[in-house]
């Protein structure tokens, strides 16, 4: 690393104390910077990248909600408004125990670039809250969701900042929250993406981040002369990520043997297909946080405490959460002939794991390129509000599928531009990077 960018990054850590996720978002990010800045020494200049470590704008808010028990509950709620450079502030809402300041910032700091490449004119953003969905009846979940839009509505707007779902948001979260900003603000705009299909919703955008990543796996293997058919895939989660990525894999001809939550991994040899998806939406549904139930209903083994990373497959998806493949589970997985690894969940690998791959030379897709299916869905969402139009579903796929296939594209051309061919990182990190730092330049001292 140059010594300009190990201060930077060291200014980061300082700054930034006890925001690990941060600093390695930051970090993986910087290291595929360096020939870029040696090229072009006005981004040095202008401060770019110190800037862009630093958010536009920071919410954090208390959120009172009184549970079942007529006891009172206190959560806190964000709101990283990270750049606005090349529109709104863009991007979804984690309700999450293990949520943080430093998670957030991690997330809203990838979203930036991953929404770049999209294509869209969308800036970044990241939300939410250490509220635990878990065990929480529906009542519990729309008034915790009440309060918490009674804060953020005065910071968001369809032309200022258009939140959406992750992990522990999806379309139920979406409703209350989207019903309670109407009652205040007495708009209804596109103020939130992923709504239901009968109240501005946008068909495919529940399925757009898992059929994003596989067709840009689709792609990556087309490098290789090879396709889907036929192959064995892994796929961590359960959540809505992995939900749209089984369904495509399926369709494609490959078979999912596996899925995980938080409390081990399911191995099915015959693949999760059928009646076995919609199962899916059930266990996310149960608010149990927990696979086990899968391996009882369909006979199939269950791993306790275990990823799904030693058993033998071609691909790998991981769709839960960051930080779930380490260096060991990378050697494991690498042992088992597991040749393409792309990225659905956010930071899933550990940048010693990444490392692994890397000189491996397998194909690695982060998921800043991968999974930028959701958002750009939630970006053609926006535009179906913004004309009052709904398109079929046909249209949005077909449109998600080319975004997909012109990220992949961007990724390897600017890799190649870039002194690394083949390199998904260092393409899209360099890629998402150059249109946010041109468009800040464009825009003055921003
Ligand atoms: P869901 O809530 O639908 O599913 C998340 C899955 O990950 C669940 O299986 C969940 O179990 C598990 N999980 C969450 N946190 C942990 C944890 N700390 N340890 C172990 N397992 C955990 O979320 P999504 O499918 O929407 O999100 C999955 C990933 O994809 C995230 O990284 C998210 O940021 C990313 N992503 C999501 C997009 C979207 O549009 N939804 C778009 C792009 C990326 P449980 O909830 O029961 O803990
Ligand atoms: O991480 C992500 O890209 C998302 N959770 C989707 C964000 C969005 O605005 O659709």
Redesign the pocket.
């Known amino acids: 690393m140059s010594e300009y960018i190990d201060k930077i990054l060291k200014d980061v850590k300082a700054k930034n104390p006890n925001e690990p996720e941060f600093h390695q978002a930051v970090q993986e990010f910087l290291e595929s910077l360096e020939i870029v800045l040696q090229r072009h020494p006005e981004y040095r200049a202008l401060k770019i990248l110190e800037r862009m470590v630093e958010p536009e704008r920071i919410i954090m808010f208390r959120v009172p909600w009184m549970d079942d028990q007529g006891e009172i509950q206190i959560n806190r709620g964000y709101r990283i408004e990270m750049n606005s450079a090349i529109g709104p502030y863009k991007g ?1 809402l ?1 309700f ?1 125990p ?1 949520v943080t300041l430093g998670i957030l910032k991690f ?1 809203a700091f990838e979203q930036v670039f991953k929404n770049s490449l999209t294509t869209l004119p969308m800036g970044g953003g990241k939300g939410g809250s250490d509220f635990n ?2 065990g929480k009846s529906d009542n519990e979940i729309m008034r915790f969701c009440q309060s918490f839009m009674t804060e953020l509505c005065r910071h968001i707007g369809p032309n200022t900042d258009v939140p ?7 379309t139920r979260e979406i409703g209350f929250l989207f019903g309670q900003y109407k009652r205040i603000k007495n708009e209804s705009t596109g103020v939130l993406t ?1 709504k239901g299909i009968n109240w501005g919703g946008s068909l495919v955008r529940p399925e ?2 898992g059929f994003g990543c596989v067709y840009f796996a689709e792609e990556m293997l087309k490098t290789k002369k090879t396709t889907f058919d036929g192959k064995i895939v892994a796929v ?8 749209g990525a089984v369904q495509k894999v399926n369709e494609l001809g490959g078979k999912v043997v596996t899925l ?3 409390d081990g991994y399911i191995y099915d040899p015959d693949g999760v297909k059928g009646e076995k998806v919609d199962y899916m939406l059930k266990l ?1 549904s149960s608010n ?4 086990e139930d899968y391996a009882k209903e369909y006979k199939v083994k269950f791993n306790p405490g275990k990823k799904p990373w030693d058993v033998k497959v071609d691909v790998a998806l991981p ?4 930080n ?1 493949i380490y260096e060991a589970d990378a050697k494991e997985l690498l042992k088992n002939g597991c040749f393409c690894v792309c990225e ?5 690998t550990t940048i010693e794991a990444y490392n692994i791959f890397r000189d491996a030379k397998i194909l690695f897709a982060p ?1 800043k390129a991968s ?5 750009a869905t ?1 970006g053609l969402e926006m535009s179906q509000n913004s004309m009052r139009l709904p398109w079929p579903k046909e249209e949005v796929d077909k449109r998600l599928h080319q975004i997909m296939i012109r990220i992949h594209e961007n990724c390897l051309d600017t890799a190649a531009r870039f002194g690394a061919p083949g390199n998904y990182v260092n393409g899209a990190n360099i890629a998402g990077f150059l249109k946010v730092a041109d468009a800040m330049i464009d825009q003055g001292l921003v």
């Open positions: 979804g984690r999450h293990s997330l969905t878990k959406a779902g992750d992990i522990g948001v999806g992923g757009a981040t961590s989660g359960f959540g809505n990520v992995a939900w995980s939550g938080p996310r149990k946080d927990a696979v769709c839960a959460t960051q779930e659905g969940a956010n930071m899933p998921g999974n930028a299916g959701g958002v939630s």
